[in-house]
């Protein structure tokens, strides 16, 4: 009984936002009084209203740190790129590499776009890079659903890993096994759907009469696929914050320099490709992402020095004030992890901030953006709050243990269903970080006390979500308005539902076998 209740404020959530249309903010808060009316109607919850209080600003304090935080810092880089006029040098060089199409797609929605991702995340990896492939010649139809494949396992590490380092900080999970195991599953994905992305764009060359793995292109996939292989030693190494940054910028490099080798350019069919940009041009524009990775880098238990001296700036906040015991029915931990300076927020406003005093942007103009920023992502943020708090609300009431246990009678099969729950989570939410935020406390308490386990039901869940983006309605939302296909998202979901589904299939068979091996 308790876990049909239990899933009651999820459904609804769902119910909401899909079915009937509302907002996300609206569905998120509307859960949210579903659950704290039900904490009180069951007799095997009943936080006191302090506790359901505490749990509230709990929830708000940790969207905003590290989540809001993050999330304004990472879209004010973007964002000061687009005012300054950046983001078009990074597209005129991106996209004069070649004229192959195929090659095209690879470096520019799986190699850019990754690299988008793992930097802002939020929509941007799937409309720049849609955008510069409609103006290279691609049909737009074929440019969306592309760069909708594209955004899949790349999102698992986006907007500098929050999705990842998110779960990590709120069930104490080890950082390095959790974002390795992530790694590890999505790593089979991520060697198929450079192919996937050949066949798509091989249907832009006269119509797809030709061999789609011919004329050279086969060692740019390999080329991509050796950058992306990277991936799980970053995560092993650093944690959840670079493995899309670095892999995605080392598979880039790496495709561009095999299409130069093995790809003859088809004379016939070169465009103007506009004056040559300099070297000095080039780096003015790739400037803030230089710095971020550097002091993303360099604040990491990677340089264990400064990461040690910089450790004091990290703060704990207990909101339930010593009374968890008596407040929260889970007793769990109700701490708030305060990263001032270690989280990735700090090094990418940083770095934002020095590369516009190196590209000569004015103090004002990029007061004037962060702002903008400010106010256009705050809606979104306000909207992770209430997801957030709904979370933690259902946590120590005991809700998502009541759920966990329903779960938990699947036995041995729960595995191969944890990444379709990380999959639902998106397509409603149009975000992993919020499918996470959803489903990752059943994930956990279903785990038990196996840590190992706990970081493989995350990884799988995270993955799952990954596979969401490719259906999730906010996505193809993005896809269709950047490219003039309003009207066509039905048409493009029906395309994209079949691999987003056979994907979460993949990944549940993957987290079926490693559940055997760490049970």
């Not at 940009?277 to 604040?299: E, S």
């Not at 779960?407 to 944890?418: D, H, Y």
Request: aromatic share 10%; net charge positive.
């Amino acid at each position: 009984m308790e876990f049909l209740v239990g899933l009651v404020p999820i459904v609804v959530f769902l119910i909401l936002l899909t079915f009937l249309k509302k907002s996300a903010m609206f569905s998120a808060y509307a859960s949210l009084v579903v659950a704290i009316i039900l904490n009180f109607v069951m007799p095997g919850w009943r936080m006191p209203i302090q506790g359901v209080f505490a749990s509230i600003i709990e929830g708000f304090a940790t969207a905003w740190m590290p989540i809001g935080f993050v999330v304004f810092a990472a879209l004010f880089a973007y964002d000061l790129s687009v005012k300054t006029g950046k983001i078009e040098t990074i597209k005129s060089m991106l996209g004069s590499i070649s004229t192959d199409k195929r090659a095209q797609a690879l470096i520019l929605a799986w190699g850019f776009g990754g690299f988008i991702e793992g930097i802002a995340g939020y929509g941007t990896a799937v409309a720049i890079p849609a955008a510069i492939m409609v103006s290279l010649g691609f049909t737009p139809l074929s440019a969306a659903l592309i760069c909708l494949i594209a955004n899949s396992t790349p999102t698992a590490f986006g907007t500098v890993g929050l999705p990842v380092t998110t779960m990590i900080s709120n069930f104490k999970l080890n950082a390095g096994e959790t974002a390795f195991y992530t790694s590890l599953l999505l790593l089979v994905l991520t060697c198929i759907i450079p192919f996937i992305l050949v066949i798509m764009a091989n249907k832009e060359i006269d119509g797809g009469k030709n061999a789609a793995f011919g004329r050279g292109i086969l060692p740019v996939v390999i080329a991509s696929i050796i950058g992306y292989l990277t991936q799980p030693f970053i995560a092993k190494a650093m944690g959840a914050e670079l493995p899309t940054i670095l892999s995605s910028l080392f598979a880039m490099i790496l495709m561009i320099v095999a299409t130069k080798i093995f790809i003859k350019e088809d004379e016939s069919a070169k465009s103007n490709k506009g004056q040559a940009i300099t070297g000095k041009d080039a780096f003015m524009a790739w400037v803030p992402y230089i710095l971020m990775i550097i002091l993303i880098i360099g604040t990491s238990p990677v340089v264990e020095a400064v990461h040690k001296a910089l450790e004091p700036t990290t703060t704990h906040f207990n909101f339930a004030l010593g009374h968890e015991a008596t407040w929260f029915k889970d007793k769990g931990d109700p701490s708030v992890i305060f990263k001032w300076i270690l989280a990735p927020a700090a090094p990418l406003f940083v770095a934002t901030v020095i590369a516009g005093f190196i590209q000569g942007v004015k103090p004002k103009v990029m007061a004037e953006t962060l702002k903008e920023t400010i106010l256009s992502k705050l809606p979104s943020v306000v909207v992770i709050m209430g997801i957030v708090a709904l979370s933690v609300v259902m946590k120590h009431s005991g809700m998502i243990e009541s759920i966990a246990k329903g779960f938990a009678a699947t036995g041995k099969f729960f595995p191969v269903i944890s990444p379709f729950l990380g999959t639902i989570g998106t397509f409603v939410t149009g975000s992993d970080l919020a499918s996470n935020l959803l489903f990752g406390g059943v994930q956990v308490n279903i785990a038990g006390s196996n840590e190992a386990l706990k970081a493989l039901y995350i990884a799988a869940g995270t993955g799952g979500a990954t596979g969401g983006k490719m259906i999730s309605p906010q996505n193809i939302a993005i896809a269709a308005s950047t490219v003039g296909l309003m009207g066509k998202e039905g048409d493009m979901l029906k395309f994209t539902v079949k691999y987003s589904i056979a994907y979460a299939a993949v990944l549940g068979i993957l987290t079926f076998i490693g559940a055997g091996m760490l049970h």
